[in-house]
């Protein structure tokens, strides 16, 4: 098959989130008209993390993420979006063939010229088969379809990979006010309810004060959240915790739950 003229279908519409354009519109916006109103001084987020299970269970985390953006819709003109791997074992970053990335809302064009520059860097493949059926990166494109007027994607399925090898790409790739790199993760997987509360305020702490996490266990998007963790240290960006619940905040029970948090990074300069 040629995917350089393709577009990738969603993967995930009817599971994870809505499959009827209206219902899933509809969703998000009650969603973000739900976020917990940030504090006015926060500034333009560079960085968001956020989570990527079905919305029922993360979406009003992600929500308190991407209702920052609706000032300064206008202003991002391109998202560089970074997830793990999670059916498809890659060493390095994996970036798709095709034109645009499609979700019930529409479909979202990609940055060839971005993508070509990343592809020059030693640790980008080009991996079809990463991205196929990859919900880690989708399930954040309807929100950003809701949210930014008219915007370029350049998505990587992140595997193998060090802190600093991911730090490289987003250096490079880090533009101005109208690139804004989003990082999707889930915290914790499976503990029982205090357990993972316990775990996961270990986790958002370490974000919080840019201490590099140890390991996946901590987050399943642990290797790009260390990349911009190093990139903020260098740059100064100050880490925002927006929301921090899990599964059995939401829609799950106790006994086995996944945690999730959302946090905006701003550049201090911008603030």
Not at 93 to 104: D, E, H
Not at 240 to 258: C, E, Y
Request: proline share 8%; aromatic share 6%; hydrophobic share 45%.
């Amino acid at each position: 098959m040629d995917f350089h003229h393709t577009i990738r279908p969603p993967a995930v519409a009817g599971m994870f989130y809505p499959g009827e354009p209206a219902l899933l519109a509809a969703d998000i916006k009650q969603m973000l008209a739900a976020a917990v109103p940030p504090a006015p001084t926060l500034g333009r987020p560079k960085v968001l993390i956020c989570p990527h299970a079905g919305y029922i269970y993360s979406g009003p985390v992600a929500a308190s993420a991407y209702a920052l953006l609706e000032p300064h819709a206008k202003t991002i003109r391109r998202v560089v979006l970074l997830g793990p791997c999670h059916r498809v074992a890659v060493r390095g970053l994996a970036v798709p063939g095709g034109t645009g990335f499609a979700t019930p809302l529409g479909t979202v064009p990609l940055d060839q010229a971005a993508i070509a520059a990343a592809l020059k860097l030693p640790q980008v493949i080009h991996h079809d088969a990463a991205h196929a059926a990859e919900h880690s990166l989708e399930v954040q494109l309807p929100f950003l379809q809701q949210v930014l007027t008219d915007f370029s994607l350049v998505p990587f399925a992140v595997g193998y990979a060090t802190p600093d090898e991911v730090a490289e790409v987003l250096d490079l790739l880090w533009g101005g006010p109208e690139t804004l790199i989003v990082i999707s993760s889930d915290l914790s997987h499976y503990h029982p309810y205090a357990d993972a509360q316990h775990r996961d305020h270990q986790t958002t702490e370490d974000i919080a004060h840019l201490r590099l996490l140890v390991d996946h266990e901590q987050a399943c998007g642990a290797t790009p959240i260390n990349g911009i963790l190093e990139v903020a240290q260098r740059r100064g960006l100050k880490p925002h915790l927006l929301d921090l619940r899990n599964s059995g905040d939401t829609a799950g029970d106790k006994s086995r739950v996944v945690g999730y948090a959302s946090f905006a990074f701003m550049e201090l300069d911008h603030a």
